[in-house]
């Protein structure tokens, strides 16, 4: 018949408690305490979830400009309750999850947008409910204008014109709208703007030749307010000149002159125009050019009185100029007369110019160096992308063989760091896939994927891309009911790629109720402690160690290392663990959750009663070290 023993109460006195021992130890020894069945040790345990949070209610306000979201709901009175966990998210984003212990959460978010709450509660045993119902509210408008757009530049093409400006990076910042007139004329703060955009350019297409317009740009944010219009850019679509013929008279050029390699000209006039016009006809005076290197081109624009040279095409084709010659020093000297070279089968380079280019097809086999263009199509066979700036690709998308495509925008392309080497990708910064806390970049090399979280020998999860050298804790210390820690280092992956060291100076933090976390944040060099789960989980905040007052100090909170057949962490919860030894110094309930729990040797130290291992009866530093075998324990919930 199992022996009975009732439950030792708080305060009893310690020969009553003595006693209870004794029995306990002697049905130990005799075998008397009977067995303990599967179902019997876990029901031991709590399974049971607690209940739904009830009367989630979001609202919103406009304080000094900024709009504040409160979230309320009820308060669960359970007692092993431990936090809630609230989850929010905006628009058709990702959820993002707070754990906190009190029944509000407030946030500076955008104005005039849609976000969803949901919440859930969690208990001491690790048991969450499920989430309440989602709830949706439409954070309140501000009155505030975005800033007016400035840096607004335009270009122009033969049908189309580019206009850009300085981007705008307000946080409820939604999109630009564009007025186009033909008119200088400002416009009213409630004209109907001609387009919209998200990005920081526009680009007006499909306008005829020597289309002359002007154009002004505002901002507007989520709640509708618009800035003023901008300053006025304005630009005209090109024209397809028709070719000027030119014709000397009287004027003689004279290579290899003075000291071998001048060129001189006499005194004349030219007559030009375009064909079918009546030609203009021009006297000119005479003139010289010394050449040192390169290519020398004589030219003239027209209107002027004089032939003028210089050595860029680039200066030659602003002017609308026309080449009347080449020269290269000595005797090398060419006739042109604005038309192309002819040398055998080939055509003298450089000798061919033109404002605007237009063919149906283009091969260019050497290298070619263009300012500004419009490719209305093209195939890209290689690209160096030490040649590719950010912010100078005004495109929806790049698509590279089929393969890689980044939309958006061209300046999203490098936004932050994006390098394309051989068997690698590495983005960091301003994309995406990572921040600083996530160590600063991705790679992608060959077979392995890494920010130091996967690789083929060790597997750390929730590590937060941090390394911490030096920077141990202790529960209890300097005091009671405090946490120190030591100095030390901590390193992680900066924004710009390279590795972040700052010097932690020692601390240390007072537990006064619920938990204390101990954080660390970034670019500081001290760690910090809240009992606020909202301070501690910011986005530039990562959580260290938590402690619950006296020796109750996790000190790798987060974090999961497999390392080859071993695994270290916090804690670890599972429906069911096949393990053929467990060993711990001290057995807590709740700390375990499992349908069944299946050992051969339970051993667990718990205050003052002492060590439960198999086969000895010891009496230790004031401890009794006591056996069960094949015996059956009947504990109440205070034992």
Known sequence: MPVSISPIENGEAGLSVREKINLLIAGAAAGSLGSVSPEELAAMFDHTPPAVPTGLLLTSHVVDGQTILNAFWDFNSEDDFLYYDFQIKEGAGEWIGVQTTAETYVAAVKPNVSFSARIRAVDKSGNASVFCSTVTHTTAKDTIPPAMPIGISSKAGLESIWISWTANTEADMARYEIYESASATTPLDAATPSHTTLANNFVRAGLDMETHLHFWVRAVDTSGNASPWSAETNAETGKIRGEIKVALIGVTFAPAQDTGNRLTWTAGSISYGVAGDAPTIQALSSGHVDWTTGTIYVCYTPGDTAISTTSSLAALYAADSVILG????????????????????????????????????????????????????????????????????????????????????????????????????????????SNWIAGGGTYIDGTMLSVGS????????????????????????????????????????????????????????????????????????????????????????????????????????????????????????????????????????????????????????????GTLTAGTVQSTDGKVNFSLTNARLVMSDNT
């Open 326 to 433: 080449v020269y290269k020093g000595g005797t090398d000297f060419q006739v042109v007369l604005g038309k192309a070279f002819m040398d055998g089968g080939l055509i003298l380079a450089q000798t061919i110019g033109a404002n605007q280019l237009v063919t149906n097809d283009a091969v260019i086999t050497g290298a070619a160096q263009i300012a500004d263009a419009i490719i209305t199509n093209a195939k890209i066979v290689e690209l160096d992308a030490a040649k590719l700036t950010a912010g100078t690709t005004m495109t929806g998308s790049l698509l590279v063989n089929g393969a890689y495509r980044i939309d958006d925008g061209g300046a999203a392309v490098n936004g932050g760091t994006t390098k394309v080497l051989p068997g690698q990708i590495y983005i960091s910064s301003g994309t995406s896939l």
């Open 454 to 609: 996967v690789t083929a020998e060790k597997a750390v999860f929730g590590q937060r891309g941090l390394t911490l050298e030096g920077l141990e804790f202790q529960a209890n210390s300097p005091t009671t009911n405090k946490v120190s820690w030591t100095a030390g280092t901590i390193k992680y992956i900066g924004d710009d790629g390279n590795i972040a060291s700052f010097n932690i100076t020692a601390g240390n933090g007072t537990w006064s109720t619920g938990t204390l976390y101990v954080y660390y944040v970034k670019g500081a060099t001290a760690l910090a402690s809240t009992a606020t789960p909202a301070t501690a989980f910011q986005s530039d905040r990562v959580v260290l160690a938590t402690y619950k007052g006296a020796l109750d100090l996790v000190n790798d909170y987060g974090r999961t290392i497999i390392d080859g057949s071993h695994i270290k962490t916090g804690s670890i919860t599972a429906s069911q663990a096949d393990i053929a030894s467990f060993r711990t110094s001290i057995l807590i309930a709740g700390s375990i959750t499992a349908a069944m729990l299946s050992v051969s040797t339970l051993s667990a130290i718990t205050g003052d009663v």
